[in-house]
């Protein structure tokens, strides 16, 4: 029986080395020293944001009258009108598919070969019925208040 296999590990194993206690001291002290540059970083950065915020805000208090004269160039009935036609359009489109698939499916001669509709499917098809919804309300409401200010269409 000359089997040389320790089964028990050495005090050297479980020890750790000088050499391998300085590096792992190394790695530790490497790896503090990365995360203060870090830290450092985060708040020169945000003392940099300081100074961006008081830009900011002079070159918005400068710029607000030149916003809203191209908000009233945006508003023109001609980029306002097919725009709010084609958010119509497609939100009837919409309504009209969920509708027509909604009734065919409840129709008695497809009850026999109707499987159970997935969770997600029905989650989606809610969701398109409610942006629907949603968009044709804002359309309306836009189309009052456009009325309301400017007393026409």
Do not use: Y
Not at 76 to 91: F, N
Request: charged residues 15%.
């Amino acid at each position: 029986m000359s089997s040389a296999s320790p089964q028990h590990a050495s005090a050297s194993d479980v020890l750790a080395s000088p050499q391998e206690e300085r590096v792992r001291a190394r790695l530790w002290v490497s790896w503090s020293s990365l995360l203060f540059a870090f830290l450092q970083s985060v708040c020169t950065f945000l003392m940099a944001m300081s100074g961006l915020r008081l830009f900011i805000g002079v070159g918005s208090l400068a710029l607000s009258a030149e916003v809203t004269a191209f908000l009233d160039r945006l508003h023109a009935s001609w980029l306002r009108i097919p725009m709010i036609g084609l958010a119509l359009l497609g939100a009837g489109l919409n309504l009209i598919a969920i509708l027509q698939i909604r009734r065919l499916r409840v129709r008695p001669a497809s009850q026999w070969r109707q499987a159970p509709l997935p969770a997600a499917k029905l989650r989606m098809e809610r969701w398109q019925l409610a942006l629907s919804l949603i968009t044709v309300a804002l359309i309306a409401l836009e189309e009052g208040f456009h009325l309301w200010l400017f007393h026409h269409f």
